[in-house]
Nanobody, 124 residues
Framework: QVQLVETGGGQVQPGGSLRLSCEAS????????MGWFRQGPGTEREFVAAKIWSGITENYADSVTGRFTVSRDYAKDMLHLQMNDLKVEDTGIYYCATRGGPGGFRLASEYEYWGQGTQVTVSS
């Protein structure tokens, strides 16, 4: 099993920045890809970004491309999500998740393990 803990959420004004972190523990050697998803009030969980755990491939949703960046801290088994130029529509609970093999990565159903989520609120 893989355990995931997200940190770094908070409230920020439009145009501001936040950095989320996801720390993985347990069978981290089984991770192939880690993704970030978000869920706003009354909406489905949507894909934000993903990174192959031991590779360089990164993928982003169109809505965050150019504003959000993922990076891995190999020493701490952590994946960060740097969010710049935040917009009101970025508000939601942000979750990290992992899948153990290649294949699809844009659907929540394609991931096996999930963190508890961290709230991001963008408001003036």
């Amino acid at each position: 099993q893989v355990q995931l803990v997200e940190t770094g959420g908070g409230q920020v004004q439009p145009g501001g920045s936040l950095r989320l972190s996801c720390e993985a523990s347990g069978r981290t050697e089984s991770i192939y890809r880690m993704g970030w998803f978000r869920q706003g009030p009354g909406t489905e969980r949507e894909f934000v970004a993903a990174k192959i755990w031991s590779g360089i491939t990164e993928n982003y949703a169109d809505s965050v491309t150019g504003r959000f960046t993922v990076s891995r801290d190999y020493a701490k088994d952590m994946l960060h999500l740097q969010m710049n130029d935040l917009k009101v529509e970025d508000t939601g609970i942000y979750y990290c998740a992992t899948r153990g093999g290649p294949g699809g990565f844009r659907l929540a159903s394609e991931y096996e393990y999930w963190g508890q989520g961290t709230q991001v609120t963008v408001s003036s």
